[in-house]
């Protein structure tokens, strides 16, 4: 029985090391709880008096409000009062310089209705001699214009007879042209003629040249195969081009160069 107790004792002993770490710990975290609770207690104190500082703080400055705006109040009933004065001065002046402006307005239109009347009776009487001269216009204006009616009647019977002698004469021009234009044509024949028989001697000279030209070629002959080339040129008729119809008729010019007389002026009815 003794073996049994001294084996059960000694797992005690060799625990005890283990319990007395913990209980350790264990006073030691509650030292440092307790730090923390004093700390936390004198921030709390602290929190509680800044809070009571503000709070009296604000009710300094509320009642310093309060009193300032008492005394706005004040001030403001006094300039209210002050104002009220004022603009009751203000409008009596007003009344007082807007009766007396429509005193004088009154009497302005008194006299601009005078005056406005004595301007239409003006005018009336003027208007009225203004009637009477247009009228007496109006009526030279129709004279005028009968008149006129009877100058535009003769001018239209001095047309007429212009017209008249017109055709007349355009039947006397369109004559006088068509026996000019005849005897163009005659006169472009004989040129045309004349023009042919050129160019037969000028073949007839080219051809007894050549012959000479062919016996001997010297400079004399070449000289005299050139003056025949030139005289060629120079004799072709420029008036066959064109000539495969009449020349356009044309009024009376005195620059004509194929005209051999000059037809008489006749003078205008």
């Known amino acids: ?39 936390v207690e004198e921030e709390l104190r602290a929190t509680r008096e800044r809070s009571l500082a503000v709070q009296k703080q604000v009710e300094q400055e509320e009642e310093y409000i309060t009193n300032r705006l008492i005394k706005r109040l004040g001030d403001l009933k006094l300039e209210k009062q002050k104002l009220a004065s004022e603009v009751e001065q ?50 030279k204006l129709l004279q005028e214009r009968t008149e006129l009616r009877k100058e535009v009647g003769t001018l239209k019977d001095s047309v007429c007879k212009l017209n008249a002698d017109k055709a007349v004469l355009e039947n006397t021009l369109e004559a006088e042209e068509e026996a000019l234009v005849n005897r163009l044509q005659r006169v472009i024949e004989g040129l045309m003629m004349r023009n042919r028989q050129l160019e037969r001697r ?49 009024g009376r010019s005195s620059s004509d160069p194929f005209r051999g007389d000059t037809l008489p002026s006749r003078p205008l009815p």
């Open 202 to 250: 000028l073949e007839h000279s080219r051809s007894r040249s050549e012959s000479e030209a062919s016996a001997s070629e010297d400079e004399d002959g070449l000289s005299r195969r050139r003056d025949g080339k030139g005289a060629k040129v120079a004799a072709s008729p420029s008036p066959r081009r064109g000539m495969s119809g009449l020349p356009p008729r044309r």
């Open 90 to 139: 203000e409008e009596e002046f007003l009344t007082n310089n807007l009766q007396r402006r429509l005193d004088q307005i009154t009497r302005e239109k008194a006299d601009l209705e005078n005056q406005l009347e004595a301007e239409q009776e003006y005018i009336v009487h003027k208007l009225q001699k203004e009637v009477e001269r247009s009228l007496g216009d109006k009526q």
């Open 1 to 39: 029985g003794g073996g049994g107790e001294g084996d059960s004792m000694a797992p005690e002993e060799d625990g005890a090391p283990g319990v007395r770490e913990e209980l350790e710990r264990t006073r030691e975290e509650l030292r440092r709880e307790r730090l923390k609770r004093g700390a």
